[in-house]
């Protein structure tokens, strides 16, 4: 989810609330921001009261490019300001001083008719499930007997790299924070270096023969990539 606010206050309590265990909350402050970066996201929450935004217009530019969900956190109880909210493409209008429970409402509600699925998302990317193996193109991962071979060939990961594959392909269009990841494949109490996570990323991509299988989002986490083309990344030819 891309917040597009500059409230700290308001950023602290919905990083403190229960919506970061379900949604990756990233926050910009500028129009600007909102505009680069939108495409990226599967839903959008617009705090209509941020200096220089204007809501309104930001909406109609983003709705006139995408059709990503988008909430509008409105400071007031004007209905008029909301029905221009909703008119200008918003899908949704929602008082701040409301709970933020309302707002997570509003949030899985609009996830649901939009069908949870991430906007702009490229489907090659998309592995198909059949019974309990996974597969991305020619990477193929086995939930049972916990095999991994690609094109064929075996690739033996260590316990960590397995579980870390798995959670990438289980979730392929999701961009997984680092503390999700090492919550999960770790634990939620785990307090080594997280260079630990990049020890094991960086020996996955290794094994799999490509920095493609798996994309980095500076400062957030990771997600699983796309299988690379063969004149990307074969190796040169001998002389």
Known sequence: MLLVCSDPRLIIALCKSSLPAKYLIVSVSTRADALDNFREFDLLLLDSATPGLDSHELCRRIRSMASVPIIVLDPGVDEADRVRALNSGADYCVVKSHS???????????????????????????????????????????????????????????????????????????????????SRVWNAHWFGSTRTLDVHIGALRQKLGSYQWIETKRGIGFRLGSAPSPARDSSPSEA
């Open 100 to 182: 933020l429970h309302e707002l997570q409402a509003s949030m899985d509600a609009v996830m649901r008719r939009f069908g949870h699925g991430p906007a702009g998302r490229a489907a090659h990317r998309t592995p198909a499930r059949t019974g309990e193996v996974l597969t991305a193109g020619p990477l193929r991962l086995n939930l049972r007997n916990r095999d991994v071979t690609l094109d064929g060939r075996p690739i033996h990961l260590t316990p960590k790299e397995f579980d870390l594959l798995r959670m990438l392909m289980e979730e392929p269009d999701t961009l997984h924070t680092r503390k999700a990841i090492i």
